[in-house]
Nanobody, 128 residues
Framework: QLRIVESGGGLVQPGGSLTLSCAAS???????VAWFRQAPGKEREGISC????????NSGDSVKGRFTISWDNAANTVYLQLDNLEPEDTADYYC??????????????????????WGRGTQVTVSS
C-alpha cells in the first residue's frame, strides 16, 4: 500500500502563501492525486486534483485562481501552492492518491477515493 505524507502547513497571515507537499512512498504513475480539506464543524471539501494519466487538473470553485496543483514525478510528490490565503481557508489539508490506470480527468466524488491511499494531513491556519 502506498504511503502518503503531507507537509508544509502552518500559520500564515491573510493574503499570504504556503506550499503544501504530498510525498508518496513510491511511483505515482497512473495515479490521480487530490487534495481535500476539512475545517472544524464542516464537511470535507475537494479542492484540487491532478491526473498522471493525462496531466489533467481540476479545482474547486472556492480556490480557483488562488491554489495551483503541480507534479514532480521524479520526486513522487505533488505540490499545492496556496496563494492569497483567506481566513476561510483555515482547515486540515489531506492528500489522497488513487491508482486508476487509463482514467481520464479528475474530480472529487467521495466514493472514488474510498480505496485511495490517504495521508494524515497538515494543518493550515490563516489569521492575523
Amino acid at each position: 500500500q502506498l504511503r502518503i505524507v503531507e507537509s508544509g502547513g502552518g500559520l500564515v497571515q491573510p493574503g499570504g502563501s504556503l506550499t503544501l507537499s504530498c510525498a508518496a512512498s513510491g511511483s505515482l504513475d497512473y495515479y490521480i492525486v487530490a487534495w481535500f480539506r476539512q475545517a472544524p464543524g464542516k464537511e470535507r471539501e475537494g479542492i484540487s486534483c491532478i491526473n498522471n494519466n493525462d496531466d489533467s487538473v481540476n479545482s474547486g470553485d472556492s480556490v480557483k485562481g488562488r491554489f495551483t496543483i503541480s507534479w514532480d514525478n521524479a520526486a513522487n510528490t505533488v505540490y499545492l501552492q496556496l496563494d492569497n490565503l483567506e481566513p476561510e481557508d483555515t482547515a486540515d489539508y489531506y492528500c489522497a492518491a488513487l491508482h486508476w490506470p487509463g482514467y481520464r480527468g479528475c474530480g472529487f466524488i467521495p466514493g472514488y477515493y474510498a480505496r485511495a491511499a490517504w495521508g494524515r494531513g497538515t494543518q493550515v491556519t490563516v489569521s492575523s
